[in-house]
């Protein structure tokens, strides 16, 4: 398959020849190795697996890549007594086989799940791609939480400042205006975490002094002053990837391999977070889905969705209305609910643990379908 293919030549090396054709969907795991020693280890216990191996030799990086066919391991082949390496294997294996469970600790109390929940989306905005100027009053805002709420929505995101493509930055000042008196109005009187979709760390920890249980960061934590905020007010963060800015992300996205290439976004920026010394069981991941991305892009995102599995953090995936579906359809805006329910079904059955959403009611009955069908 080109997308295993393409892994391969991200690390400058060519595939095993009589794999190349088999390799037609993977698992892909990634660590760093200390020493040639360790990497010689890991090389030998991979191909003791069954799997393949390659290492990428730079003068800064040794950076190992793990193939394993889909199917052909299960973590119980997993023998974790052999040390370090042989543990690194099988915890990777263990996080892609994982079901789709979701457990972080809130202010109070903490939010868990073994199937896909719903982020309820409420903008607050003038311009945002779907609803734009929909909710910008604060009575049609806060109606639509508590609706939200009785059709299920798990979770309601709360954002001040659209960042469809083409979007200028929204002045700080006018995003808290915007959110600041919703936040106030509903937090208290729902019994829904509320979080807050921002990029900027003022207005998290203004939403925070108002009891805000999680930051939904579409910049992924570039604000690094967005980690302070977290670990002080010990919230959650949706951590996720977007290319360049709003502004320009969509004038040439382009990558090596797109869900490679965004693997490794979330690795470097996890480790960032964990540096700033926010603790890595409370970061959900989010590939960005329009952030920066064809339809292509999208479409194979959600196709290789597991291959982030071993990354051991829960996946939120945002399809809502994006407008990949129309362009995939060719038709218009009537056929955007059903094919964001499809792309929703497609998310949940590859393991996102919540779907971010406009249509809570409908979006909810298709995910308890999907989880019904998987056991959850």
């Known amino acids: 398959m080109l997308e295993a293919q393409a892994e391969w030549r991200r690390f400058a090396v060519q595939p095993p020849v009589e794999r190349a054709e088999d390799l037609w969907q993977s698992i892909f795991l990634y660590a760093e190795a200390r020493s040639e020693k360790e990497l010689e280890k890991v090389a030998f216990l991979t191909e003791e697996l069954g799997g393949d191996v390659a290492a990428c030799h730079s003068e800064n990086l040794k950076r190992i890549m793990l193939v394993f ?40 109390g903490e939010l868990r799940s073994e199937g896909t929940l719903v982020m309820g ?22 109606k639509r939480a508590f609706q939200m709420a009785e059709e299920g929505a798990d979770i309601i995101d709360v954002g001040g400042e659209s960042t469809r493509p083409g979007s ?45 249980s999680m930051i939904n960061d579409v910049s992924g934590l570039r604000d690094a002053r967005m980690v302070r905020v977290a670990i002080e007010r010990e919230l959650p963060v949706v951590l996720m990837h977007m290319l360049g800015d709003p502004k320009t992300m969509q004038l040439s996205p382009d990558y090596q391999d797109v869900v490679g290439d965004i693997l490794l976004f979330f690795q470097e920026r996890i480790e960032v977070a964990k540096k700033g010394g926010l603790d890595e069981r409370q970061i959900v991941l989010d590939p960005g889905i329009g952030f ?10 959600l196709r290789r969705l597991p291959e982030y599995r071993c ?35 497609a998310a949940a059955m590859n393991g996102a643990s919540i779907l971010r959403a406009h249509d809570v009611q409908e979006t909810k009955q298709v995910l308890r379908m999907i989880d019904s069908v998987q056991g959850v």
């Open 168 to 212: 200028a930055e929204t002045s700080q000042k006018e995003e808290k205006a915007r959110v600041m008196p919703v936040l106030e109005d509903i937090i208290p009187s729902l019994d829904v975490p509320v979080s807050i979709d921002t990029r900027h760390h003022a207005v998290a920890e203004a939403a925070a002094n108002l009891g805000v």
């Open 69 to 108: 066919e889909l199917g052909l391991l299960r973590p119980s082949s997993c023998v974790v007594d052999e040390g370090t390496s042989y543990d690194l294997i099988a915890q990777a294996l263990a996080n892609f086989h994982a079901r789709k469970s979701f457990h972080v600790r809130l202010p109070r």
């Open 311 to 345: 990354l051991g953090r829960p996946l939120l995936v945002g399809v809502s209305r994006k407008s990949f579906i129309r362009k995939s359809l060719g038709e218009e805006e009537a056929s955007l609910l059903q094919g964001s329910l499809a792309m929703a079904a």
């Open 292 to 301: 920066g991305k064809t339809v292509g892009h999208n479409l194979e995102i």
């Open 121 to 142: 989306v409420l903008n607050v905005t003038p311009d945002s791609f779907s609803d734009g100027g929909r909710y910008l009053k604060k009575e049609e805002a806060v």
